[in-house]
């Protein structure tokens, strides 16, 4: 069974900064693109970041300048530090890893549960 496991949500004020972890635990034989995206409420889930294995990264617009994403290939981990948040950072923010389980399979698109970000004004 696998399982990505996220931590590091929470309450801070406006300027604050946070630091989102989510790992992959379960059999598997690699891990390519990992992620994160958001969602508010009454709003579509959308694209913060992700990272390829090779290192390519890829940021929304409006993050930019203030998120960095990073993966430790070694822990199947990815980390999200967010600094300078904003009121509008305001969200769920859920880890996403396209796992391949064995070596000869497709990669197959896996979700976290999800952790609540909040930023205050």
């Known amino acids: 069974q696998v399982q990505l496991v996220e931590s590091g949500g929470g309450l801070v004020q406006a300027g604050g900064s946070l630091r989102l972890s989510c790992a992959v635990s379960?059999?598997?034989?690699?891990?390519?693109?990992m992620g994160w995206y958001r969602q508010a409420p009454g709003k579509q889930r959308e694209l913060v970041a992700t990272?390829?294995?090779?290192?390519?990264?890829t940021y929304a617009d409006s993050v930019k300048g203030r998120f960095t994403i990073s993966r430790d290939n070694a822990k199947n981990t990815v980390y999200l530090q967010m600094n300078s948040l904003k009121p509008e950072d305001t969200a769920s923010y859920y880890c996403?890893?396209?796992?391949?389980?064995?070596?000869?399979?497709?990669?197959?698109?896996?979700w976290g549960q999800g952790t609540q970000v909040t930023v205050s004004s």
């Open positions: 996403n890893a396209d796992i391949r389980r064995e070596r000869y399979y497709a990669a197959t698109s896996y």
């Open positions: 379960g059999s598997i034989f690699s891990i390519d693109a």
């Open positions: 990272m390829i294995r090779g290192g390519s990264t």
